[in-house]
């Protein structure tokens, strides 16, 4: 695989949303999972919140059982989510704010006012063999603490730019895809690896997926709700050809 392959990680959350609707076992999550996989997916992305709205802890369980490729575990900073993913010891762990409240993770993570507690947080995920990732928003003030915190990688929060786009807001969408432009330049220079993520569509990724210091995008919403229409490997290898293609 060559050096500016692009990998997805493909979020089955909300295939979880969907079976917990009737609370039974289907849609399963896992077959999700070895679906993305066997359409090109380079990872699994799956979020176990404090609530269990959608991922249950028998998925993370499961997902750890089946996957070939690696899992990229969110989870919220909390001693809970620290001992399921220090027993689990996942390929990443990908640190995110969270709020009950909210429908799904609304901004980046407030790294720079929490920065001791942080680097304690991830110490040991580190040393468990985990790489740590931050989710945060396109700001110098915040991917500067990660770097000092220890992160070995980034993510950034794309949702301000997507909703900008689908709105029609396309001065504003412009603005926010050169922030983006210009942090995950500034964090490469930091030596940080830059993922990117947060409502991605078919019509939004393409610019993202062109910054060459972008390594991987995680996308999840958008090619679950397109699997409806389209059958999910067919959803995922469209989102993977439009990557690709970025990226030539």
């Given at each position: 695989?060559?050096?500016?392959?692009?990998?997805l990680?493909?979020?089955?959350?909300?295939?979880?949303?969907?079976r917990?609707?009737?609370?039974?076992?289907y849609?399963?999550?896992?077959?999700?999972?070895?679906?993305?996989?066997?359409?090109?997916?380079?990872?699994?992305?799956?979020?176990?919140?404090?609530d269990?709205?959608?991922?249950?802890?028998?998925?993370?369980?499961?997902?750890?059982?089946?996957?070939?490729?690696?899992?990229?575990?969110?989870?919220?900073?909390?001693?809970?989510?620290?001992k399921?993913?220090?027993?689990?010891?996942?390929?990443?762990?990908?640190?995110?704010?969270?709020?009950?409240?909210?429908?799904?993770?609304?901004?980046?993570l407030?790294?720079?006012?929490?920065?001791?507690?942080?680097?304690?947080?991830?110490?040991?995920?580190?040393?468990?063999?985990?790489?740590?990732?931050?989710?945060?928003?396109?700001?110098?003030?915040?991917?500067?603490?990660?770097?000092?915190?220890?992160?070995?990688?980034?993510?950034?929060?794309?949702?301000?730019?997507?909703?900008?786009?689908?709105?029609?807001?396309?001065?504003?969408?412009?603005?926010?895809?050169?922030?983006?432009?210009?942090?995950?330049?500034?964090?490469?220079?930091?030596?940080?690896e830059?993922?990117?993520?947060?409502?991605?569509?078919?019509?939004t990724?393409?610019?993202?997926?062109?910054f060459?210091?972008?390594?991987?995008?995680?996308?999840?919403?958008?090619l679950?709700?397109?699997?409806?229409?389209?059958?999910?490997?067919?959803?995922?290898?469209?989102m993977?050809?439009?990557?690709?293609?970025?990226?030539?």
């Amino acid at each position: 695989m060559s050096d500016n392959h692009l990998r997805l990680g493909v979020n089955i959350d909300h295939v979880a949303t969907v079976r917990n609707a009737r609370g039974g076992a289907y849609p399963d999550p896992l077959r999700a999972a070895k679906l993305a996989e066997e359409a090109g997916a380079d990872g699994i992305t799956a979020h176990l919140r404090e609530d269990r709205r959608h991922i249950s802890d028998a998925d993370i369980d499961g997902l750890m059982g089946v996957l070939s490729v690696p899992l990229n575990f969110e989870m919220a900073a909390t001693p809970e989510m620290q001992k399921i993913a220090l027993r689990h010891k996942p390929h990443a762990v990908c640190i995110v704010p969270e709020k009950r409240e909210e429908r799904t993770t609304e901004g980046g993570l407030e790294v720079a006012r929490e920065e001791n507690k942080l680097a304690h947080y991830i110490a040991p995920l580190r040393e468990a063999g985990c790489r740590v990732s931050i989710f945060i928003a396109a700001d110098p003030s915040q991917i500067e603490a990660a770097h000092r915190i220890g992160a070995e990688v980034i993510e950034l929060h794309t949702g301000a730019y997507c909703d900008a786009h689908a709105e029609g807001r396309m001065d504003a969408a412009s603005r926010e895809l050169e922030s983006l432009r210009d942090m995950s330049a500034f964090a490469h220079s930091l030596g940080l690896e830059v993922h990117a993520g947060h409502g991605l569509t078919y019509d939004t990724v393409k610019p993202i997926a062109a910054f060459p210091e972008v390594r991987e995008l995680n996308i999840g919403h958008f090619l679950i709700g397109e699997s409806i229409f389209r059958g999910l490997t067919p959803a995922i290898a469209e989102m993977r050809r439009l990557m690709d293609e970025a990226r030539v």
